[in-house]
C-alpha cells in the first residue's frame, strides 16, 4: 500500500527529472509542446510535476470520461485535492436524452465559481462532452452570486428574500442543492456550487458562524470565514458561453490527442446543435 509519504517521494523524485525541468522551461518560452512517451500513471505524474515547478492554472483534456477519471484520480493522489478540479458534462448519458445529473452540476458549477477567483493555482481536468456543453458567462455567474461573510451584519430573513429571488425551495430539511431552511437563527442552505450544504448561525443581526454539514449525519464538516451561494441556471437563454470564455488568459492547456478531441466535439454538435448544459 503507498502512503502519502510514498507519494510525496515518488513526486520528488520524478519532478528532478531532465525531461520535466526542459519542458518546464519551454512552456514559458514558446507555450506550445507535443510531448510523447507518456503511459499509464506516467501522465498525471508529469502533469503534476510541472505543476509543482510552476503552480499556474491548468486545463487537461483527456479523450473521454474514463481517461479523465482515471487522471484527475491519480492527479488528487498526487497532489492537495482542493488544487485539482473536474468538469464533467451536465447529463448522465448522451444530452439527447435530457437526463441532467445533479451531482455533475455541482462540479461544473464549482469550477466556474472557482473561475472568478484570484487563485490562479488550479488544475482543471475534463474530456470533450463536457466542454462541448455551452456554460453561464462569467458575467451573469458574478450578478446572482450571494457572498455572505462571518460578522457580517445581514439577518436571515434577508438572505431568505434573496433565495427567494433566486428560486431557491425553502423546505424543512435542505437534502439537494436549490434548497434552504430556517430555525430560530440558523439558516441552513444547499448552494449549486458546493458539496455540502452549508449552516450559517446568527447572533441578531450578524453572522457569528458558517459551517458545512453532512445531510444524514448533520455533523459539520468545515467551517468558513466568506461562502459563495449560487443558484441554478436552468434556461438555455442563460448559458451562451463556454469554459474557455472563463478561462484565465495565462492557462496552459493539455490535450491527450487534439485530432480525436476536434472530431469528438464536431460529433457531439452534428448530434445535437443546442446541446447546453445545466451552468
Known sequence: KINDLDIS?????????????????????VKTLSIKG???????LFAASLYNRAPNPYLYILNNLENAGYFYHDLTQLL??????FFPSGYKRAAKYGQLDPANEI???????????NDKEYIIVTYPDAIAEKVISQSTLKQNTLTVSVSEHIDS????????AYQFEYVDYVY???QYATRGSILDVFSYSSEYPYRIDFFGDEVETIRSFDIDSQLSQQTFESIRIIPHFDTDKSRNSTL????????IIGFEDIQ??????????AGDSNRTSSC
Open 157 to 164: 430573513e434577508a438572505i431568505s428574500k434573496k433565495l427567494d
Open 38 to 44: 507518456l503511459h499509464g500513471s506516467s501522465k498525471p
Open 107 to 117: 462540479l461544473r458549477t464549482e469550477v466556474l465559481e472557482r473561475l472568478q477567483k
Open 244 to 251: 474557455f470564455d472563463a478561462l484565465d488568459p495565462n492557462t
Open 80 to 85: 492537495n485535492d482542493k488544487e485539482v478540479l
Open 9 to 29: 517521494i515518488l513526486l520528488k523524485l520524478f519532478g528532478t527529472k531532465t525531461n520535466v525541468a526542459a519542458a518546464s522551461k519551454l512552456l514559458s518560452e
Open 260 to 269: 480525436w478531441i476536434e472530431s469528438r466535439i464536431e460529433g457531439v454538435f
Open 176 to 178: 439537494e442543492p436549490g
